[in-house]
Nanobody, 124 residues
């Protein structure tokens, strides 16, 4: 059974940093494309960042490019999202997602599995 568990969310002031972590179990981590999405109150879930199963390519939403960095640790079966220079508009529940195979997760419909989410709140 595949499980994704996010951690690292919290309350931070604008301009601050947070590092999200996603612990994966029940899957061969190195054979899954992974990604981060977020959903703000009253809005649809949106793409934030993704990394291919090989870890060689990363993708970012324009709104976070240059501020967020996605990375993975195959040995630890963990996905990370380093978030710097946070803005109030980054406030949302952040979700980890996984897709089996050699693709990339760019849309919510691409994901096969989801974590339960972790809240990030940025005060202005």
């Amino acid at each position: 059974q595949v499980q994704l568990v996010e951690s690292g969310g919290g309350l931070v002031q604008a301009g601050g940093s947070l590092r999200l972590s996603c612990a994966a179990s029940g899957l061969t981590f190195s054979r899954y494309a992974m990604g981060w999405f977020r959903q703000a109150l009253g809005k649809e879930r949106e793409f934030v960042a993704a990394i291919t199963w090989s870890g060689t390519r990363t993708y970012y939403a324009d709104s976070v490019k240059g501020r967020f960095t996605v990375s993975g640790d195959n040995d630890a079966k963990r996905l990370y999202l380093q978030m710097n220079n946070l803005k109030h508009e980054d406030t949302a529940v952040y979700y980890c997602a996984a897709q089996s195979g050699l693709g990339v997760i760019l849309r919510p419909s691409d994901a096969d599995y989801w974590g339960q989410g972790t809240q990030v709140t940025v005060s202005s």
